[in-house]
Nanobody
Framework: QVRLVESGGGLVQAGGSLRLSCAAS????????MGWFRQAPGKEREFVAA????????GYADSVKGRFTISRDNAKNTVYLQMNSLKPEDTAVYYC????????????????WGQGTQVTVSS
């Protein structure tokens, strides 16, 4: 069982930055793929970024490439999402998720989810 707790959301002006953190409990953190997803009001939850257990493979949605950076610290059981050059369209609830698969960016293949953290970008 993996428990995930996000933090770091908030209100920021367009062009600003935020860093989200996701603390995971469970001895198998280093053995799982971690991802960030987001859900804006009235929209479906969508993939943002993912990082393989080793950190070797990383993937991003086209909408955030070049602006967001995902990283993980297996010693601290924590995954991060550094968000720069934020835009109003980045406003959403951001969710941390964990998958036991070696690599996936598919929402349905993530079995464990955090409670989400709100990110609001004002124009």
């Amino acid at each position: 069982q993996v428990r995930l707790v996000e933090s770091g959301g908030g209100l920021v002006q367009a062009g600003g930055s935020l860093r989200l953190s996701c603390a995971a409990s469970g001895p198998t953190f280093s053995s799982i793929t971690m991802g960030w997803f987001r859900q804006a009001p009235g929209k479906e939850r969508e993939f943002v970024a993912a990082i393989m257990r080793s950190g070797y493979n990383i993937g991003y949605a086209d909408s955030v490439k070049g602006r967001f950076t995902i990283s993980r610290d297996n010693a601290k059981n924590t995954v991060y999402l550094q968000m720069n050059s934020l835009k109003p369209e980045d406003t959403a609830v951001y969710y941390c998720a964990a998958s036991s698969l070696r690599w996936t960016t598919t929402l349905s293949e993530y079995a464990y989810w955090g409670q989400g953290t709100q990110v609001t970008v004002s124009s």
